[in-house]
């Protein structure tokens, strides 16, 4: 049973400039996910702008936001195959558990100027 859906979309832009600002990035970011993406320049930064609207609609489809806990604690990773997948902890992954909720489903894209993901949380 679906729990909630998300969508965010994040302008490209506004991550290019916090490159930057190598501070903000470690803020919202998990460790592995700058790890993966900073080495890749350009595409990198796409690929941190997709996860981070993943992180935002992961919040709307929990269905109380990012409240009480860090964006950082999401973790979006890519399985061997490219599938994008959530890897929770701390406050992040007590709000999911709370919520009943038993999978995550995450879709991200790309083009230029804007990054969009959609997460589904099933229970």
């Given amino acids: ?7 965010d979309v994040v302008s490209v832009a506004r991550l290019r400039r916090w490159k930057d600002y190598p501070g ?12 993966v993406a900073l080495p890749r320049g350009k595409a990198g930064i796409l690929s941190l702008a997709a ?4 992180k935002e609609a992961f919040g709307k489809a929990l269905g109380g936001g990012i409240w009480g806990f860090s964006l950082k604690e999401i973790a979006v990773m890519n399985d061997p195959y490219g599938k994008p997948y959530m890897v929770l902890s701390g406050n992040a992954e007590k709000a999911f558990k709370a919520s009943g909720a038993s999978k995550i489903f995450v879709s991200l894209t790309h083009e230029h100027d804007n990054a969009l993901a959609v997460v589904i949380i099933e229970r």
């Fill in 1 to 7: 049973m679906i729990l909630g859906i998300g969508l």
């Fill in 24 to 35: 903000l990035f470690k803020r919202f970011f998990n460790p592995e996910e700058l790890k």
């Fill in 51 to 54: 996860r981070f609207a993943a």
